[in-house]
Nanobody, 123 residues
Framework: QVQLVESGGGLVQPGGSLRLSCAAS????????MVWYRQAPGKQRELVAT???????NYVDPVKGRFTISRDNAKNTVYLQMNSLKPEDTAVYYC?????????????????WGQGTQVTVSS
C-alpha cells in the first residue's frame, strides 16, 4: 500500500510564503514524475508544477518565477515552495506521483494522490 501525505498548508497574507510537502510511503520501487495540482472553489483541478525523476521541472505561467518544485529522493518527498503569494493562489493543493510498487507477487505502476492541503491567501 502506498500513501502520499501532504502538509504545510495554511493561511498567509498576500506576499507571504508557504512550503508544501508530500511524502510517499509504502513498498515503493520507483517514483517517477511527481506533480502538484490545485483546485480553487468552483473551478476544475489544474496542474501547477511537475518534476521528473531526473529533476527536470515545469510550471504553469501564473506561478512561474514565484513557485519552486523540488524533490528529495532519499525521503520520497516532493516540495512546493510558494513565494509572493497572491489571493488567486487560494486553493486546495494536491500532490500526485506515478509509482512502481511491489504488491504481493506483482509489480505494478499506478498514479497516487495526496489528501490535499488548503492554502488560503488573504489579508
Amino acid at each position: 500500500q502506498v500513501q502520499l501525505v501532504e502538509s504545510g498548508g495554511g493561511l498567509v497574507q498576500p506576499g507571504g510564503s508557504l512550503r508544501l510537502s508530500c511524502a510517499a510511503s509504502g513498498s515503493i520501487l520507483i517514483i517517477n514524475t511527481m506533480v502538484w495540482y490545485r483546485q480553487a472553489p468552483g473551478k476544475q483541478r489544474e496542474l501547477v508544477a511537475t518534476i521528473t525523476s531526473g529533476g527536470s521541472t515545469n510550471y504553469v505561467d501564473p506561478v512561474k518565477g514565484r513557485f519552486t518544485i523540488s524533490r528529495d529522493n532519499a525521503k520520497n518527498t516532493v516540495y512546493l515552495q510558494m513565494n509572493s503569494l497572491k489571493p488567486e493562489d487560494t486553493a486546495v493543493y494536491y500532490c500526485n506521483a506515478r509509482i512502481t510498487t511491489r504488491q504481493s507477487v506483482n509489480i505494478t505502476t499506478a498514479d497516487y494522490w495526496g489528501q490535499g492541503t488548503q492554502v488560503t491567501v488573504s489579508s
